[in-house]
T-cell receptor, first 111, second 119 residues
Framework: GEDVEQSLFLSVREGDSSVINCTYT??????LYWYKQEPGAGLQLLTY?????DMKQDQRLTVLLNKKDKHLSLRIADTQTGDSAIYFC???????????FGTGTKLQVIP | DAGVTQSPTHLIKTRGQQVTLRCSPK?????VSWYQQALGQGPQFIFQ???????QRGNFPDRFSGHQFPNYSSELNVNALLLGDSALYLC??????????????????FGPGTRLTVT
């Protein structure tokens, strides 16, 4: 079955890089996603990566995928206070579009 | 370009009642998925609708049912509400594989959610 795990909390200083990690169990995962959720809001899609890719960069965001270890990471360069939120890792597998989410990592940015 | 919209924003119901939540997908999208997000948890997949049919279902009881209309909008119905049904209900829209093709856009966009409180 599918299972996605993340650490619960990360604290960084403004201007530093943040790295949020995620592990998943489903070897048939096809796409892996990073979503951001601010308090009281819905989910904002930040980026996603195909399972046949190792890395994807999008402005301040870098996604690294180690398919052998089933490990996904999101690096945020020059972290800002506006980046404070909960970040969810998610994976999609199978022919349909069910997406399985982790429990989320709360990122706190200290000014 | 309108994103995913949901109504109502907030809802308070009592145990045993029934509730209907509504979702309009992003313009151009034909697939709607519903998720339940309990406090402090990640979203849990309830079910997905495409071509007005339920295509995939998560581990939720039959009290949870849905519908998709010809204009691709969708409803989530929950009967015999329990206290444990209190959560943020999120709707997500996307393009079906048949629609987008192999090189198409695999993104799934979420609405702002409906906060349901059962007392």
């Amino acid at each position: 079955g599918e299972d996605v795990e993340q650490s619960l909390f990360l604290s960084v200083r403004e201007g530093d890089s943040s790295v949020i990690n995620c592990t998943y169990t489903d070897s048939s995962s096809t796409y892996l996603y990073w979503y951001k959720q601010e308090p009281g809001a819905g989910l904002q899609l930040l980026t996603y990566i195909f399972s046949n890719m190792d890395m994807k960069q999008d402005q301040r965001l870098t996604v690294l995928l180690n398919k052998k270890d089933k490990h996904l990471s999101l690096r945020i360069a020059d972290t800002q206070t506006g980046d404070s939120a909960i970040y969810f890792c998610a994976e999609k597998s199978g022919g349909y579009q069910k997406v399985t989410f982790g429990t989320g990592t709360k990122l706190q940015v200290i000014p | 370009d309108a994103g995913v919209t949901q109504s109502p924003t907030h809802l308070i119901k009592t145990r045993g009642q029934q509730v209907t939540l509504r979702c309009s997908p992003k313009s151009g999208h034909d697939t709607v998925s519903w998720y339940q997000q309990a406090l402090g948890q990640g979203p849990q997949f309830i079910f997905q609708y495409y071509e007005e049919e339920e295509r995939q279902r998560g581990n939720f009881p039959d009290r949870f049912s849905g519908h998709q209309f010809p204009n691709y909008s969708s409803e989530l119905n929950v009967n015999a509400l329990l206290l444990g049904d209190s959560a943020l209900y999120l709707c997500a829209s996307s393009l079906a594989a048949r629609t987008r093709g192999l090189a198409g856009n695999y993104e799934q966009y979420f609405g702002p959610g409906t906060r349901l409180t059962v007392t």
